[in-house]
């Protein structure tokens, strides 16, 4: 049982502040993943948590009980770094081990329960070897494995998977889920690959410059990005952003961009004539019966790309860049000049200052 | 394909020349100091200039072992009482110094890297930075300071100018040691539930163990050979150590080369052993492993 609450928590590195009043709660059994880009501040406000850096206002409690002042290793909380920190003097059952044996658990059960969890992490036949003794992937599962058998209140990651190649990061994504299902252990995540947020969590917190932009579900985020910022961070490729004019008249309300109009969902607080960005993402644009009428994009394609599934074209609509995502199937080159629609409810209107959504 | 032949050709050429120069620089007096140890007293005289003495002969060994000795054709008493108090001093202050030393080393040196406090580099660099005042200056001074303080001629005495004079550069070698382990593993300690003393005992320092190693060799090696200290703070047999004695075989008509060598021979000894037992712990790579 650990419900975690964050609340107006700040960082000055001197006079850099790094954290800038983040509030944050995090249920009991929650999987929460932190992500921004680098140097945000995602791994400052894990080590927060931790008890690793102080903090220099704001406050961190877990289940009620506001633990600012409490050392780390009062804490109860196991962490994930992101390069393992194994004890490269201990053997991988003792660097397992090592907190059991600080808690002075017997050593037959502390035995028990090491060799329970190294079973279920395939770690069994490494655990007399060295760390220097195991791959990559192996070294990552013992970290893994010395944070499970303590079995803590809350789990810290620190970009755990950053390390290993891309096929195991896919595997370990889906272990490490399952594993924290299982146990149901309170876990934050920090990673600044939106596929492993977008995949791994319950609940997504995205950061940007010490500050959070948005809180949601991957859902909420992909579908309703709070701001430009989450907008373009989040999908891939990231969201296409045009600037427009909005108007709105009796029975409906569109942007113009470039002499075209778009139908867009309603946007209660505008009056008509303001400027603002419209964001299509570019999977959203399906090629165009017609190359005149509402909702249509005219893209002139410079440049493509494709997978074997996916084809990327880059291109323009006007004098802005614009990238779309079609079938790996469908025939495109550059030169062309192609119509595309999008449908209104999946459009984004953001202010064109504050760079806020306006839309439902 | 000819050239990069032709070119590692030349390059282990050098290289072998290069490290010939360096074995013999370094050897070559070793061995001329062996080879005089065990030459009769009469072939040293001898103008001929041998490699390897035409008769081996333990007489100087003889001298400095035995309970009486021949000097010159007289039965003289054997210098053996002198000598083994002379390597008893060596050895107590030498080893008491590198103890001492790598002790403060050890936990200092954690300080200056881990722990902040204001003018901590500032602090560091002048303990440093006095490895290069040379002794000389300080000799009269420090004569002083220890006649004050009651420690001349006491193995104590000895040991703390030791410490002073070799502890900047344990310090210094410990700080970079400390500074290479990741800060990682200390925090997975204290997440783990350790505390700090915890910490440092069971993960630093068996971490930083080549380093330690590496200190107290340095500093063994250095004490051992000091000369110019117990020549001026150990004047009498009770602190003197073997670098003070042995030069003290110089009398006033007679070099006794023969069983200078010998003794040099003898007091090489325990520098090597040191040497040979612990650069078995002195394993690099411990470090690999810990992280991706
Ligand atoms: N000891 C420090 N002193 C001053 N500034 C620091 C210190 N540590 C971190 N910072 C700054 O704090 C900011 C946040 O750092 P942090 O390590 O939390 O970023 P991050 O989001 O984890 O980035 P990354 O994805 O690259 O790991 C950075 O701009 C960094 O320069
Ligand atoms: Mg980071």
Redo the contacts with the bound molecule.
């Keep these: 049982m650990a419900k975690l609450e964050i609340s107006n928590l700040t960082k000055n590195?001197g006079k850099?502040e790094?954290i800038k009043g983040v509030d944050l709660t995090v249920e009991d059994g929650e999987f929460v993943s932190l992500i921004?880009s680098?140097?945000?501040?995602?791994?400052?406000l894990l080590r927060m948590i931790a008890g690793l850096e102080d903090i220099t206002s704001g406050s961190i409690s877990i289940d009620g009980r506001v633990i600012n002042d409490v050392e780390p290793k009062d804490r109860d909380i196991a962490m994930v770094f992101q390069n393992y920190a194994l004890y490269p003097h201990l053997t991988v059952a003792e660097n397992m081990g090592f907190s059991l044996h600080l808690r002075g658990v017997p050593k037959n059960e502390a035995k028990i329960a090491v060799e329970k969890v190294a079973e279920t992490l395939g770690l069994t036949p490494y655990l007399d070897r060295a760390p220097k003794a195991l791959s990559g992937g192996q070294r990552q599962r013992v970290a893994m494995g010395r944070a499970i058998v303590r079995n803590p209140r809350i789990f810290l990651f620190d970009?755990p998977l950053s390390n290993l190649d891309a096929k195991l990061r896919v595997q370990m994504r889906l272990e490490i889920k399952a594993l924290q299902k299982r146990l149901g252990t309170t876990s934050i995540y920090?990673t600044?690959d939106q596929v492993e947020a977008l995949t791994m969590s319950d609940r997504l917190v995205l950061l940007n410059g010490g500050q959070v932009e948005q809180i949601g579900t991957p859902m909420e985020v992909y579908k309703k990005p709070a701001n430009i910022f989450v907008a373009s961070f989040i999908g891939s490729p990231a969201m296409n952003l045009f600037d427009g004019i909005l108007h709105r008249d009796v029975e409906q309300t569109f942007v113009t961009v470039h002499g075209n109009k778009i139908l867009v969902p309603n946007c209660p607080k505008l009056t008509n004539g303001t400027k603002v960005k419209l964001g299509i993402r570019p999977e959203h644009l399906k090629y165009a019966a017609t190359d005149s009428g509402n909702n249509i994009i005219n893209m002139k394609v410079s440049m493509t790309e494709t997978t074997g599934a996916e084809t990327y074209a880059y291109g323009h609509f006007g004098d802005e860049a614009m990238t779309i995502k079609l079938n790996g199937e469908d025939a495109i080159k550059s030169g062309d000049k192609i119509s595309l629609t999008v449908k209104t409810n999946l459009l984004h209107v953001f202010d064109y200052v504050t760079g806020i959504r306006i839309n439902n | 394909m000819y050239m990069k032949n032709f070119k590692t050709v030349i390059g282990k050429t050098s290289l072998i020349f290069a490290v010939s120069l360096l074995l013999f620089w370094s050897l070559g007096p070793i061995y001329w100091s062996f080879v005089t140890s065990i030459t009769p007293p009469n072939d040293l005289v001898s103008s001929e200039l041998h490699l390897w003495p035409e008769t081996v002969s333990f007489e100087h060994y003889g001298k400095l072992f035995g309970a009486t000795s021949i000097s010159q054709g007289n039965e003289v008493q054997s210098i053996w009482p002198q000598f083994s108090k002379a390597f008893a001093n060596s050895l107590v202050t030498s080893i008491g110094a590198t103890l001492l030393t790598v002790l403060i080393a050890a936990f200092g040196a954690y300080a200056f890297v881990r722990f902040t406090f204001p003018g901590r580099d500032i602090l560091f660099y002048v303990v440093v930075a006095t490895m290069a005042i040379p002794a000389y200056t300080v000799m009269i001074p420090l004569y002083r300071l220890m006649i004050s303080l009651s420690l001349i001629n006491t193995h104590t005495g000895v040991i703390f100018i030791y410490i002073s004079a070799f502890l900047p550069l344990a310090l210094w070698l410990m700080r970079s040691v400390y500074q290479a382990i990741p800060i990682s593993l200390e925090e997975a300690a204290y997440l783990d539930g350790a505390g700090k003393t915890y910490t440092l005992m069971r993960i630093v320092l068996p971490l930083a163990a080549p380093g330690l190693i590496a200190a107290a060799i340095l500093t063994f090696l250095n004490a051992w050979g000091q000369f110019m200290v117990p020549l001026v703070f150990s004047p009498t047999l009770a602190t003197k150590p073997l670098t003070v004695l042995i030069p003290e075989f110089v009398t006033r008509n007679y070099i006794d080369y023969g069983l200078m060598n010998a003794a040099g021979i003898v007091a090489i000894a325990p520098p090597i052993i040191l040497v040979v037992f612990l650069n078995k712990y002195l394993v690099s790579g411990l470090m690999a492993g810990s992280g991706k």
């Design positions: 590195y850099v790094v921004g680098s140097g945000c501040g995602k791994s400052t970009e920090v600044h």
